[in-house]
């Protein structure tokens, strides 16, 4: 059974070894907590956007589809280059056919029993080039459109890990908090006891204090719960196994960045209308079916063709046994039943449906900034607001302890400073988190 190194199961581990023997020796304890750090892979939250990157199978989907895309970009291309085709025709016939010129006259052997016919032909459309080079633009688009769309996942999935990442460290602090404030509540825990047997208090007291003390361990409980899910998500993102034996570093740089300058609206969305892949990979798709419309209206041309042929003959008599000559082909299928005019009508309703969605895409775009704007500016209120409100508690529960000290506070009165003092420590928390976030996803809407 592998064993997962955490602070709190390594103190539990230490305190059941020095209850069961006191004779253990205090270095190999140590030795093996160390060890077992050490086994414990630590990644920084750019080593998790690197592997979700590596093996998150939208990712490599999306790597597929983008080299799928210009794979058929360069099988449009070649249809540019003569088409080079040989054939060979072996033939066994019943017998050879002879014939003769006059009755008496000997036969003459026009075709052996076995005969064979070689050839070898270059054929370089001509008229064709209009609709290939169509084709060929459609093709071209449609790969750089999919070359945009693969930056644009791996964006989101970079957006993904780093929120996720956040929100991991969020639950850790909120936890912390919980356990401070616990902390607090067993010191009055253990002086409330104290001040009942000295009747200066009642078992009432005790109970409020205990009551007040489950009530931050449920709040520990949620955010190890909170902690726990945020960490399945992140190995999930990864495509990491979910017992992975793995240690995540704070996101220093996450949260250095979410001290950065707001930007103004109109400098976000100029940015973002100029950077947004998914907005680029719209722009390349309605270039592709513009193309493609041109190409299925090209296709209604005649067929013209400029043909090289060689040709070796065994068997036949009166046939040149080497030949060559070049020409031309042309050909018109000018009549079927409407299947290529409405080809092209098609093509021209799936641009103008491109069209339109480019432009919706536009105006998404734009909302999606000033949502996140809007997002951080408030995350960033809130921070002051939060620390306002720390400072505030902070004294309120620094007084009240003093006058329960000095007998003329109640414990009512220290629960509720406590208990207003533990909130603004998780408001605070929060709020520097939710803008963290609020940062990422920004970055992430301006097309960073």
């Known amino acids: 059974m592998r064993t997962v190194f955490s602070g709190r199961s390594a103190l539990t581990n230490l305190r059941s070894r020095f209850s069961s023997s006191g004779r253990r020796n205090i270095a190999s304890t140590a030795a093996l907590l160390m060890s077992l750090a050490a086994s414990a892979e630590t990644l920084t939250v750019e080593d998790a956007v690197k592997r979700a990157l590596e093996n998150s199978p939208q990712s490599l989907a999306a790597r597929e589809r983008q080299q799928a895309a210009e794979d058929q970009t360069r099988a449009v291309r070649g249809q540019f280059l003569p088409a080079l085709s040989v054939a060979d025709n072996y033939d066994h016939y019943n017998g050879p056919f002879s014939v003769s010129i006059a009755t008496g006259a000997p036969t003459l052997t026009v075709r052996d029993q076995n005969t064979n016919t070689f050839v070898a032909q270059a054929k370089q459309p001509l008229m064709g080039l209009v609709k290939i080079s169509q084709d060929y633009m459609a093709a071209d688009a449609n790969a750089e459109a999919n070359k ?6 791996n964006k989101q999935i970079t957006e993904a890990v780093e ?14 908090v919980a356990k401070s404030s616990q902390e607090q509540l067993d010191e009055q825990l253990e002086v409330s006891k104290a001040r009942v047997k000295a009747g200066a208090m009642t078992n009432a007291d005790v109970l409020r204090v205990q009551v007040a003390r489950a009530n931050i361990q449920q709040q520990e409980l949620q955010a190890s719960v ?37 930007p103004e609206l109109k400098d976000a969305t100029n940015e973002a209308v100029a950077r947004r892949d998914d907005l680029h990979q719209q722009v390349r798709l309605l270039d592709s079916a513009d193309a493609t419309a041109r190409a299925r209206l090209a296709a209604l041309l005649p067929d013209v063709d400029l043909v090289g042929v060689y040709q070796h003959i065994d068997g036949q008599k009166l046939a040149q046994v080497d030949s060559y000559y070049v020409g031309t082909h042309a050909s018109w299928a000018f009549w079927l039943w409407g299947s290529q005019w409405y080809a092209h009508r098609s093509a021209v309703h799936q641009a103008n449906a491109a069209r339109l969605m480019t432009g919706d895409a536009d105006r998404q775009v734009r909302g999606e900034v000033s949502g996140r704007l809007d997002q951080l500016r408030a995350a960033t209120s809130a921070i002051d607001v939060a620390k306002t409100a720390l400072a505030s508690a902070e004294e ?28 603004s420590k998780l408001n605070l928390v929060r709020s520097k988190y939710q803008q963290a976030q609020a940062r990422v996803q920004l970055r992430r809407a301006m097309g960073g």
């Not at 929120?163 to 912390?176: D, H, V």
């Not at 399945?232 to 960045?257: G, H, I, R, W």
């Not at 529960?397 to 414990?411: D, I, M, P, Q, W």
């Open 148 to 153: 945009a769309g693969t930056e644009a996942a």
């Open 163 to 176: 929120t996720t990442y956040l929100r991991l460290f969020e639950a850790k602090a909120a936890r912390e």
């Open 226 to 262: 909170q902690e726990s899910a945020a960490r399945t998500q992140l190995l999930t993102l990864m495509a990491m196994p979910l017992d992975a034996d793995v240690q995540f570093s704070e996101p220093v740089a996450l949260e250095a960045e979410a001290e950065k300058p707001i």
């Open 396 to 423: 309120a529960y620094r007084v009240t302890s003093e006058l329960v000290k000095a007998g003329s506070g109640t414990t009512t009165d220290l629960l509720d400073s406590q208990s207003a003092l533990t909130q």
